[in-house]
């Protein structure tokens, strides 16, 4: 396992590429068992398929539209929509509209199999269990559950966060290393937006802190434990 350093921590870059590509793993970051990476695909290009073997997936429309074939079953996914797709899956991704796919796959490696689900963002919107504003300024924000209680799963979560501008999204400052690990992926922060995140297990030696302005979309951070 590797240790809780800023080289472990930061992964910058990761909606760079085309295909299928992997950014957070155990072994090359601090995971213990997540895993984060991107399929992107321009409208016309072949589709991604692959077998998720061991690991249970979840797929997360950051962008565009996509069609996914899983177990039989196909999928629409247009923007933030979400599928949940078992271990020992046959998987076939292909972009659906003229602007492409930009995918956010996520997965942990489990022992059981569980039910495959799609997951509509609109849905998620109109049900106040997975759809919730929290805190109030300068600590606002507005939670929308994909992979959560809704679904049926083995490790993974995921979920997707707008902040209100200049409001903290993570605050008070908390952690929850004994249940969980995490990966914070900051997406459509265009200069002059910017984010700050501070991970530390030590206040006086924080292992993670970055102000990024207009890259901020690039940016993966994964925590595994202390306080956020």
Same mark, same amino acid.
């Given at each position: 396992?590797? /240790?809780?350093? +800023?080289?472990?921590?930061?992964? /910058?870059?990761? %909606?760079?590429?085309?295909g299928r590509r992997t950014a957070v793993a155990p072994g090359r970051?601090?995971?213990r068992y997540l895993h984060y990476g991107r399929i992107t695909l321009a409208a016309g290009d072949a589709p991604v398929k692959f077998n998720n073997n061991d690991h249970e997936v979840g797929l997360i429309c950051l962008n565009g539209? @996509?069609? !996914?074939?899983?177990? *039989?079953?196909?999928?629409? +996914?247009?923007?933030?929509?979400? !599928?949940?797709?078992?271990?020992?899956?046959?998987?076939?991704?292909?972009?659906?509209?003229?602007? *492409?796919?930009?995918?956010?796959? !996520?997965?942990? +490696?489990?022992?059981k199999r569980y039910p495959l689900k799609f997951v509509s963002y609109n849905e998620v919107r109109q049900n106040p269990r997975l759809h919730l504003i929290a805190g109030k /300024?300068?600590?606002?924000?507005? +939670?929308?559950?994909?992979?959560?209680?809704?679904?049926? @799963? *083995?490790?993974?979560?995921?979920? !997707?966060?707008?902040?209100? /501008?200049?409001?903290?999204?993570?605050?008070?400052? %908390?952690? %929850?290393?004994k249940l969980l690990e995490e990966a914070y992926l900051f997406i459509d922060m265009p200069a002059p937006a910017f984010g700050v995140q501070f991970v530390y297990t030590d206040p006086q030696t924080p292992e993670c802190g970055l102000s990024n302005g207009g890259l901020v979309q690039r940016v993966c951070v994964e925590i595994r434990r202390g306080p956020e």
């Open positions: 396992m590797n /240790p809780i350093t +800023l080289e472990t921590c930061f992964v /910058p870059k990761t %909606h760079e590429g085309k970051t601090a995971a539209k @996509a069609t !996914v074939n899983a177990n *039989g079953e196909t999928f629409e +996914l247009d923007r933030y929509d979400a !599928v949940y797709v078992p271990r020992d899956s046959e998987i076939e991704v292909e972009a659906s509209g003229p602007n *492409g796919c930009d995918l956010a796959e !996520v997965s942990a +490696l489990v022992e /300024p300068p600590a606002e924000r507005d +939670l929308n559950v994909l992979i959560g209680a809704n679904v049926e @799963a *083995g490790r993974i979560m995921a979920g !997707v966060t707008f902040s209100t /501008p200049g409001n903290w999204t993570s605050w008070p400052p %908390h952690e %929850h290393s």
